[in-house]
Protein backbone atom coordinates (compact mmCIF):
# COMPACT_ATOMS: atom_id res chain seq x y z
CA UNK A 1 0.00 0.00 0.00
CA UNK A 2 1.33 3.48 -1.04
CA UNK A 3 2.50 5.62 1.73
CA UNK A 4 1.10 9.42 1.09
CA UNK A 5 2.08 10.43 4.83
CA UNK A 6 4.97 12.73 3.28
CA UNK A 7 2.06 14.54 1.31
CA UNK A 8 0.82 17.64 4.30
CA UNK A 9 -2.74 17.62 2.16
CA UNK A 10 -3.16 13.92 3.11
CA UNK A 11 -3.81 15.42 6.69
CA UNK A 12 -6.83 17.41 5.90
CA UNK A 13 -8.33 15.24 3.33
CA UNK A 14 -7.01 11.74 4.01
CA UNK A 15 -7.07 8.99 1.18
CA UNK A 16 -9.53 6.17 1.49
CA UNK A 17 -7.76 4.81 -0.85
CA UNK A 18 -3.94 5.38 -1.21
CA UNK A 19 -3.30 3.27 -4.14
CA UNK A 20 -5.62 5.99 -6.08
CA UNK A 21 -4.18 8.95 -7.70
CA UNK A 22 -5.39 11.61 -5.69
CA UNK A 23 -7.21 14.59 -7.01
CA UNK A 24 -7.79 17.74 -5.30
CA UNK A 25 -10.54 19.91 -7.56
CA UNK A 26 -13.44 21.73 -7.91
CA UNK A 27 -15.80 21.53 -11.02
CA UNK A 28 -14.84 24.86 -12.58
CA UNK A 29 -13.43 25.45 -16.07
CA UNK A 30 -9.71 24.46 -15.15
CA UNK A 31 -10.60 21.75 -12.20
CA UNK A 32 -13.12 19.64 -15.23
CA UNK A 33 -10.17 19.29 -17.23
CA UNK A 34 -8.44 17.01 -14.80
CA UNK A 35 -11.65 14.90 -14.02
CA UNK A 36 -12.45 14.95 -17.22
CA UNK A 37 -9.59 13.58 -18.21
CA UNK A 38 -9.43 11.04 -15.70
CA UNK A 39 -12.68 9.88 -16.95
CA UNK A 40 -11.65 9.23 -20.31
CA UNK A 41 -8.65 7.53 -19.86
CA UNK A 42 -10.12 5.15 -17.15
CA UNK A 43 -7.57 5.56 -14.78
CA UNK A 44 -8.59 4.55 -10.98
CA UNK A 45 -9.12 8.01 -8.74
CA UNK A 46 -10.24 9.24 -5.84
CA UNK A 47 -11.67 13.15 -5.60
CA UNK A 48 -11.37 15.66 -2.86
CA UNK A 49 -13.86 18.55 -3.07
CA UNK A 50 -12.11 21.79 -2.05
CA UNK A 51 -14.39 24.58 -1.36
CA UNK A 52 -12.99 27.49 -2.62
CA UNK A 53 -15.68 29.44 -1.48
CA UNK A 54 -14.31 29.08 2.23
CA UNK A 55 -11.05 29.44 1.09
CA UNK A 56 -9.58 26.14 1.62
CA UNK A 57 -6.83 26.30 -0.98
CA UNK A 58 -4.59 29.12 0.99
CA UNK A 59 -4.64 26.63 3.94
CA UNK A 60 -0.78 25.36 4.33
CA UNK A 61 -2.30 21.65 4.10
CA UNK A 62 -3.53 22.98 0.13
CA UNK A 63 -0.64 25.12 -0.06
CA UNK A 64 2.07 22.35 0.56
CA UNK A 65 0.92 20.28 -2.11
CA UNK A 66 0.53 23.68 -4.63
CA UNK A 67 1.97 26.97 -3.26
CA UNK A 68 0.12 28.65 -5.90
CA UNK A 69 -3.02 28.33 -3.64
CA UNK A 70 -4.96 27.09 -7.08
CA UNK A 71 -6.77 24.04 -7.92
CA UNK A 72 -6.69 21.41 -9.46
CA UNK A 73 -3.58 19.26 -8.11
CA UNK A 74 -2.92 15.50 -7.40
CA UNK A 75 -0.74 13.01 -6.02
CA UNK A 76 0.05 10.10 -8.44
CA UNK A 77 0.95 7.52 -5.84
CA UNK A 78 2.66 5.39 -8.50
CA UNK A 79 4.62 8.22 -10.17
CA UNK A 80 7.72 7.94 -12.17
CA UNK A 81 9.96 5.21 -10.86
CA UNK A 82 7.11 4.00 -8.83
CA UNK A 83 7.46 6.82 -6.28
CA UNK A 84 4.63 9.09 -5.48
CA UNK A 85 4.48 12.12 -7.28
CA UNK A 86 2.47 15.77 -6.62
CA UNK A 87 1.74 17.95 -9.36
CA UNK A 88 -0.10 20.73 -10.42
CA UNK A 89 -1.13 23.25 -12.72
CA UNK A 90 -4.28 22.03 -14.98
CA UNK A 91 -2.00 21.76 -18.26
CA UNK A 92 0.49 20.34 -16.51
CA UNK A 93 -1.51 17.26 -15.18
CA UNK A 94 -2.91 16.95 -18.37
CA UNK A 95 0.14 16.20 -20.18
CA UNK A 96 1.72 14.47 -17.60
CA UNK A 97 -1.69 12.08 -17.44
CA UNK A 98 -1.86 11.83 -21.34
CA UNK A 99 1.89 10.63 -21.42
CA UNK A 100 1.16 8.27 -18.47
CA UNK A 101 -2.19 6.70 -19.50
CA UNK A 102 -0.68 6.69 -23.43
CA UNK A 103 -4.50 8.34 -23.87
CA UNK A 104 -5.55 11.65 -26.11
CA UNK A 105 -2.15 12.56 -27.19
CA UNK A 106 -0.84 11.68 -30.67
CA UNK A 107 2.11 9.64 -30.56
CA UNK A 108 3.89 10.91 -33.99
CA UNK A 109 6.21 13.75 -32.09
CA UNK A 110 5.00 16.43 -35.21
CA UNK A 111 0.98 16.06 -34.15
CA UNK A 112 2.12 15.60 -30.52
CA UNK A 113 3.37 19.34 -30.24
CA UNK A 114 0.67 20.83 -32.61
CA UNK A 115 -1.29 18.93 -29.49
CA UNK A 116 0.38 20.57 -26.99
CA UNK A 117 0.61 24.14 -28.88
CA UNK A 118 -3.51 24.08 -28.49
CA UNK A 119 -3.69 23.20 -25.23
CA UNK A 120 -1.01 26.35 -24.32
CA UNK A 121 -2.83 28.44 -26.57
CA UNK A 122 -5.55 27.63 -23.72
CA UNK A 123 -3.70 28.20 -20.99
CA UNK A 124 -2.08 31.32 -21.96
CA UNK A 125 -4.85 33.47 -23.89
CA UNK A 126 -8.48 31.82 -23.82
CA UNK A 127 -8.45 30.78 -20.48
CA UNK A 128 -7.77 34.11 -18.69
CA UNK A 129 -9.25 36.07 -21.42
CA UNK A 130 -12.41 34.18 -20.72
CA UNK A 131 -12.09 34.80 -17.21
CA UNK A 132 -11.28 38.61 -16.90
CA UNK A 133 -14.65 39.02 -18.95
CA UNK A 134 -16.26 37.32 -16.64
CA UNK A 135 -15.11 39.26 -13.90
CA UNK A 136 -16.00 42.34 -15.54
CA UNK A 137 -19.13 41.28 -17.10
CA UNK A 138 -20.82 39.23 -13.75
CA UNK A 139 -19.08 39.50 -10.93
CA UNK A 140 -17.38 42.59 -9.00
CA UNK A 141 -16.16 44.03 -12.47
CA UNK A 142 -19.99 44.99 -13.16
CA UNK A 143 -19.47 47.76 -10.47
CA UNK A 144 -16.46 49.68 -12.32
CA UNK A 145 -17.79 52.85 -14.46
CA UNK A 146 -15.03 52.83 -16.46
CA UNK A 147 -16.45 49.86 -19.04
CA UNK A 148 -12.45 49.91 -20.98
CA UNK A 149 -11.31 46.77 -19.74
CA UNK A 150 -14.72 44.94 -20.32
CA UNK A 151 -14.50 45.99 -23.63
CA UNK A 152 -11.12 44.92 -23.61
CA UNK A 153 -11.66 41.61 -22.88
CA UNK A 154 -14.59 41.18 -25.11
CA UNK A 155 -13.28 42.11 -28.01
CA UNK A 156 -10.01 39.56 -27.36
CA UNK A 157 -12.45 36.73 -26.29
CA UNK A 158 -14.16 37.02 -29.39
CA UNK A 159 -11.07 37.30 -31.36
CA UNK A 160 -10.17 34.09 -29.60
CA UNK A 161 -13.42 32.61 -30.27
CA UNK A 162 -12.52 33.72 -34.16
CA UNK A 163 -9.42 31.64 -34.21
CA UNK A 164 -11.44 28.54 -32.64
CA UNK A 165 -13.82 28.39 -34.91
CA UNK A 166 -11.58 28.67 -38.15
CA UNK A 167 -9.54 25.90 -36.77
CA UNK A 168 -12.56 24.07 -36.26
CA UNK A 169 -14.06 24.31 -40.03
CA UNK A 170 -13.87 20.66 -41.48
CA UNK A 171 -12.84 18.59 -38.28
CA UNK A 172 -14.73 16.93 -35.58
CA UNK A 173 -12.06 17.87 -33.20
CA UNK A 174 -9.42 20.34 -33.08
CA UNK A 175 -6.90 18.14 -34.01
CA UNK A 176 -9.07 16.43 -36.66
CA UNK A 177 -10.69 13.24 -35.84
CA UNK A 178 -9.01 12.70 -32.70
CA UNK A 179 -10.52 13.76 -29.48
CA UNK A 180 -6.89 15.25 -27.69
CA UNK A 181 -5.91 17.29 -24.22
CA UNK A 182 -6.69 20.32 -26.95
CA UNK A 183 -10.43 19.43 -26.59
CA UNK A 184 -9.94 18.87 -22.83
CA UNK A 185 -8.77 21.89 -22.26
CA UNK A 186 -11.33 24.01 -24.36
CA UNK A 187 -14.21 22.71 -23.97
CA UNK A 188 -14.93 23.81 -19.92
CA UNK A 189 -13.98 27.67 -20.83
CA UNK A 190 -16.19 27.89 -23.89
CA UNK A 191 -19.29 26.53 -21.74
CA UNK A 192 -18.48 28.60 -19.08
CA UNK A 193 -18.11 31.40 -21.00
CA UNK A 194 -21.77 30.85 -22.57
CA UNK A 195 -23.26 29.32 -19.80
CA UNK A 196 -22.14 30.52 -16.23
CA UNK A 197 -20.93 33.68 -17.24
CA UNK A 198 -24.01 34.26 -19.85
CA UNK A 199 -21.56 36.01 -22.00
CA UNK A 200 -22.82 34.70 -25.46
CA UNK A 201 -24.52 37.34 -26.75
CA UNK A 202 -21.50 39.91 -25.85
CA UNK A 203 -19.00 38.04 -27.95
CA UNK A 204 -21.80 36.88 -30.81
CA UNK A 205 -21.82 33.20 -30.01
CA UNK A 206 -24.52 32.75 -31.93
CA UNK A 207 -22.86 33.89 -35.16
CA UNK A 208 -20.64 30.74 -35.05
CA UNK A 209 -21.28 27.33 -36.66
CA UNK A 210 -18.01 25.36 -35.91
CA UNK A 211 -17.41 25.89 -32.00
CA UNK A 212 -21.53 25.45 -31.16
CA UNK A 213 -20.88 22.07 -33.00
CA UNK A 214 -18.19 20.80 -31.66
CA UNK A 215 -18.90 22.08 -27.99
CA UNK A 216 -22.02 19.98 -28.44
CA UNK A 217 -19.96 16.80 -29.71
CA UNK A 218 -17.62 17.62 -26.60
CA UNK A 219 -21.02 17.61 -23.88
CA UNK A 220 -21.96 14.26 -25.56
CA UNK A 221 -19.29 12.11 -24.65
CA UNK A 222 -20.31 10.55 -21.29
CA UNK A 223 -17.06 11.09 -19.65
CA UNK A 224 -17.42 14.59 -20.40
CA UNK A 225 -20.49 14.55 -18.76
CA UNK A 226 -19.54 13.06 -15.93
CA UNK A 227 -16.03 14.59 -15.33
CA UNK A 228 -18.42 18.30 -15.64
CA UNK A 229 -19.60 17.30 -11.78
CA UNK A 230 -16.77 16.05 -10.38
CA UNK A 231 -16.50 16.15 -7.30
CA UNK A 232 -19.39 17.50 -6.10
CA UNK A 233 -19.56 21.33 -4.84
CA UNK A 234 -19.07 21.02 -1.23
Not at 19 to 42: D, H
Not at 92 to 112: F, N, T
Amino acid sequence: MPDLSTFPITKRWPARHPERLQLYSVPTPNGVKVSIMLEEIGLPYEAHAINIGQNETWTPEFLSLNPNGKIPAIIDPDGPGGKPLGLFESGAILLYLAEKSGQLLPVDPALRYETIQWVFWQMGGLGPMFGQLGYFHKFAGREIEDKRPLERYRAESQRLLGVLENRLAGRTWIMGEAFTIADVSILGWVRNLIGFYGAGDLVDYGSLSHVPAWLERCLARPAVERGLNIPPRP
